[in-house]
């Protein structure tokens, strides 16, 4: 998905990728630490936030306004 923003939008969407990365990496610290509720929550933030970085970008290069355009109706 990264590929995919920098060459079908911009450079600067791949930034896009930063939320999502930073749960993973959160949850792979909770694993280190045993932590089995936080690798849950961190776990789930990670799905969430892959799912909807990756949703607005094939929204943007289909034409779409992306979230804040959906929102603004």
């Avoid at 896009?16 to 690798?39: E, G, H, Q, T």
């Avoid at 990670?46 to 109706?73: Q, Y």
């Amino acid at each position: 998905m990264i590929r995919f923003a920098h060459s079908a939008l911009s450079p600067a969407h791949v930034f896009l990728a930063v939320p999502p990365l930073f749960c993973l990496y959160k949850s792979k610290d909770a694993i280190l630490r045993n932590d089995f509720p936080a690798f849950a929550v961190w776990h789930g933030w990670w799905h969430i936030m892959a799912v909807a970085a990756a949703s607005h970008c094939i929204d943007l290069a289909n034409g779409g306004g992306g979230l804040v355009k959906r929102l603004e109706l």
